[in-house]
């Protein structure tokens, strides 16, 4: 091709790609959700150091949902699977899993305890739906901080035209969590095996307690 050609079909291309229209971050939030999907990364700080990672999520409500952590390279890491008021985290490269009570493990994880249909109501900009909590707005009318109990929300960035949350820190004593949301979805087809337990009585996995959890934690977070 010659050197005339070439730079004609470069700004063609250009062209094409100038006139696609990028694909949303967020999605509209419909009437009635029936699920949240999306990408996030997560910081915790506790205990004077903090820990970081990348994940994807699907909360079915009112109450089952799947947090699946990757690795730097896009692996999975872990997979906490919630239930209800049961939970599992799952180490795929430990071919191990630990099984508690939902709010002890929101809690020992992520620094907080908060139900399914709660979290849905944060991710979605419908804090105004939260039951029990004394809810702050700014001078725009959006909800921007809330508390119940010892347990606190802040909204430090929004989607452009949206209420739905960007940043959002929730703070617990000393432990402080920062949510950044990358992309989200609402009442999309989920995946036949996305909730199978397929952990349990799988060869080569075993039932862990938190103690061996948390050691393992040590060495790949630093936590």
């Known amino acids: 091709m010659k050197k005339g050609a070439a ?11 100038s006139c696609l229209t990028p694909r949303p971050a967020v999605a509209p939030v419909p009437e009635t959700v029936e699920s949240v999907e999306g990408f996030a990364t997560f910081r ?35 997979i906490l699977f919630l239930e209800n008021e049961e939970a599992y985290l799952v180490l795929p ?3 191990a899993y630990w099984r508690s009570a939902r709010e002890e493990v929101m809690s020992k994880l992520l620094g907080f305890s908060l139900g399914i ?11 105004d739906r939260l039951s029990g909590w004394s809810l702050e707005k700014d001078s725009q009318g959006r909800i921007v901080r809330g508390r119940c109990g010892d347990l606190g929300f802040e909204v430090r960035l929004f989607f452009e035209r ?10 617990r004593a000393e432990d402080r969590g920062s949510l950044r949301v990358l992309r ?24 862990v307690d938190w103690s061996e959890v948390e050691g393992w934690l040590r060495e790949t977070v630093g936590r």
Do not use: W
């Open 7 to 17: 730079a004609l079909f470069l700004l063609a291309v250009l062209a094409l790609f």
């Open 93 to 95: 490269g430990r071919r």
């Open 184 to 207: 989200m979805n609402f009442n999309q087809p989920v995946q036949p095996n996305a909730f199978r337990y397929f952990f349990l009585g799988e060869d080569g996995y075993r039932p």
């Open 162 to 171: 949206s209420l739905l949350p960007r940043l959002l820190v929730l703070s």
């Open 117 to 127: 249909e709660d979290l849905a109501h944060l991710l979605t900009g419908r804090t």
């Open 44 to 78: 915790l700080a506790r205990e004077g150091g903090t820990a970081k990672s990348k994940f994807s999520f699907i909360f079915l409500l009112p109450g089952q949902g799947r947090i699946e952590v990757l690795d730097p390279i896009g692996r999975t890491a872990s």
